[in-house]
């Protein structure tokens, strides 16, 4: 990638100072990001590297020879991808950066994509993935709820295991059509510039196994039908 392309990607001019690239890599890694509404991982993974790309120092044709001794500053480019578990609640991650030794980092909680965390020497950039059961939308958080077709079309109360715990919550008709319910409150903290999120259910009617043998027996009928 040459620096004019990454300089597009990223919206900024060849003049931008460190501050200014930094945050038009922030916005941009947000607005890219596949976990995120409208995002892409080769978008993102274009908006990664055009950042590494204009971050790193220039080597010009004025060097003739290095000095003995070069004291490069620390990284501020190295990505630490972490659960939505761990965003919420923060805890304890093992992590070994390449060509490094491995650390263990102490999360706190309420991260976001674009957060970055200092260990040491190092600063690391936060990256929020999904981890097949819950994602992370901006400040909320996301889960897929299966329920009883019966408690979707009626409503009622219903306490549900999920991976934040127990949530009793009650679903009325007009969320059970709509296939979803907000709990104000419920996503991740607020920290620093970030509000206090929310925690939204998708609510996927449940298949039974007899529902399931069922249409398995009618497809199997309607094919021999066919034949």
Avoid: C
């Amino acid at each position: 990638m040459h620096r004019k392309r990454a300089r597009e990607i990223l919206g900024v001019s060849p003049l931008a100072t460190a501050a200014e690239l930094r945050l038009a890599f922030r916005e941009a890694a947000k607005q890219a990001h596949p976990d995120r509404a409208g995002g892409d991982a080769e978008r993102f993974r274009e908006v990664v590297e055009a950042y590494r790309l204009l971050s790193a120092p220039k080597i010009t044709d004025s060097i003739i020879q290095p000095p003995a001794t070069v004291a490069w500053p620390a990284r501020t480019d190295t990505f630490l991808n972490i659960t939505p578990l761990l965003a919420l609640n923060g805890g304890e991650l093992f992590h070994q950066p390449a060509g490094g030794r491995r650390l263990k980092i102490r999360l706190p909680e309420g991260l976001r994509t674009g957060d970055t965390l200092r260990v040491g020497a190092m600063e690391f950039e936060i990256t929020v993935r999904s981890d097949g059961e819950m994602l992370v939308r901006g400040d909320d958080l996301w889960l897929t709820v299966p329920l009883e077709p019966g408690l979707l079309a009626q409503g009622g109360r219903v306490a549900l295991d999920t991976p934040l715990g127990r949530r009793v919550v009650w679903i009325t008709r007009k969320a059970g059509e709509r296939g979803l319910v907000r709990l104000v409150g419920q996503g991740l903290p607020a920290r620093g510039p970030h509000r206090q999120g929310h925690l939204f259910l998708r609510l996927a009617a449940q298949i039974s196994s007899a529902d399931s043998a069922a249409k398995t027996l009618r497809r199997r009928f309607a094919a021999a039908w066919a034949a």
